[in-house]
């Protein structure tokens, strides 16, 4: 996109006021190579993890603390979700036996240096499940109780089906409370490998606010039928669909279905969904008095998939490029002009506040930490290679300009020749 990029004008030491102006410094941990798939600052430590077991910490953004999780047993395992509630740290995912069998996966830690691992038969045992198939995907906290949506099967009695659903149990993590169905389930033939193909074709997402309301989306597909939600909960209560229709059947035709159709974050203690298609309007909306969806900006590609609040500024990013709603400021007068680029040579994942700065997470273990001082040559690295974009996609337009001058005189000489 052509537009504004992330290069500053500033002399070297020079400290500028604007987000979009800052400098963008690179603060990869040695070792870390994997995707960053949540994060959060709590507890005045900043802590994000990987998929596959890696947890790194740092208690003041720059010296790292990193721990590899292991099962005893060997079993593959991935981590999904991490909260921080009731004075320890407690992140969810799910491992899968030697037999194929998939259980959910409870990990807690009060100092992030000794870490308990609970899995199979004593997560089950949690949760009052006789279920050989359990995964869980997210973990947030209400009150003084952690709720933990999962994936999980219950046998429909006299046939020989199950039904796998969304779940969300309420726990203290000693006793059950309740567990509640969520959403509508898919019916299967009972199967641990018709679960696992169906846990392994699900991707979900979820946005949490600090009062327990949480959204989130789930994508899942089976029999190469797609099945999409996005449920907003008052507090783990009262589950509301925010999609009216059966998007697998009403958006043929319109979008890739394997494709996620929305995104969901928070910022500035408040929940939104961002949809990706255009039969949806690509719309990005704000959850209101935790069951409403209000669209605040509309038929503006902006592909957001997270954010955050700083400096008394809203400030999205998508995969590549961030966007700063200023106090007083509104994002429905924003355009795609309004972009700043930040990076292009990796996703960016996740956006937070912490140590008073701006950490981004991205792929391949990239992390930038924003600087309003231009004050060395590593803080100009990101915004040379945003100049280097901006370079490239103006040959490309260039090209395409020349490519159509080119087609008008070959018509142009014909129409001379034929006359």
């Known amino acids: 996109m052509l537009g504004k990029t992330n290069i500053s004008t500033v002399e070297k030491g020079v400290i500028v006021s604007d987000i979009e102006d ?30 596959n077991g890696t947890v790194a910490c740092t208690k003041d953004g720059e010296n790292w603390e990193c ?21 320890k740290y407690v992140i969810v995912g799910y491992h899968t036996d030697q037999e194929t069998y998939i259980h959910g996966l409870i990990v807690t830690t009060a100092d992030l240096i000794e870490y308990q691992i ?13 279920s050989l198939y359990t995964k869980f995907v997210s973990v947030s906290v209400v009150d003084n109780s952690f709720v933990i949506c999962y994936i999980g099967c219950k046998k429909i ?27 509508s389930g898919i019916e299967v033939e009972n199967s641990r490998i018709n679960f696992k193909n169906i846990t392994e074709n699900t991707t979900f997402q979820i ?50 279905l394997s494709a996620d159709l929305f995104s969901v974050f928070e910022c500035k203690d408040n929940l939104y969904s961002a949809s990706n298609t255009s039969y949806l309007d690509y719309e990005v909306a704000k959850i209101i008095g935790g069951t409403e969806k209000v ?31 200023k106090r007083g400021e509104s994002l429905e007068n924003k355009t795609l002009q309004d972009m700043v680029e930040i990076t292009y040579d990796f996703s960016m994942k996740y956006i937070v506040k912490a140590f008073n700065k701006m950490y981004i997470f991205g792929t391949g273990g990239n992390i930038l930490v924003s600087s309003n001082e231009n004050r060395n040559e590593d803080s100009l690295a990101v915004q040379t290679m945003s100049a280097m974009r901006a370079l490239y996609d103006a040959k490309i337009y260039t090209n395409e300009k020349y490519e159509e001058l080119d087609t008008r005189l070959t018509e142009l000489e014909r129409q001379l020749t034929n006359t």
């Not at 609970?118 to 006789?130: D, G, Q, R």
């Not at 989130?216 to 999409?228: E, S």
């Not at 503006?300 to 700063?324: G, P, Q, R, W």
């Open 207 to 256: 946005a949490k606010k600090t009062n327990g309301d949480f959204i989130y989306y789930r994508k899942t597909c089976y029999n190469n039928k797609y099945f999409h939600s996005l449920y907003v909960s008052n507090k783990g209560t009262g589950f509301r669909n925010l999609i009216p229709v059966d998007l697998s059947e009403a958006v043929m035709g319109h979008t890739n």
């Open 118 to 130: 609970k899995t199979s038969a004593e997560t089950e045992e949690y949760f009052n499940s006789s």
């Open 22 to 51: 800052y400098s963008w410094l690179s603060a990869n941990i040695q070792s870390v190579n994997e995707t960053f798939i949540k994060v959060i600052y709590a507890n005045n430590v900043l802590v994000a993890i990987t998929e």
């Open 157 to 183: 009695s006299s046939t020989s089906k199950m039904e796998v659903s969304i779940y969300a149990a309420f726990t203290d993590m000693k006793d059950t409370t309740t567990i509640n169905q969520i959403d």
């Open 67 to 87: 721990k590899k999780l292991e099962l005893e047993n060997g079993d593959f395992f991935e981590l999904t979700d991490i909260v921080y509630g009731n004075g």
């Open 295 to 325: 669209a605040i900006s509309t038929n503006i590609i902006y592909e957001f998939v997270n954010a955050t609040y700083f400096d008394k500024c809203e400030v999205f990013i998508n995969s590549h490029e961030m966007l700063v709603v």
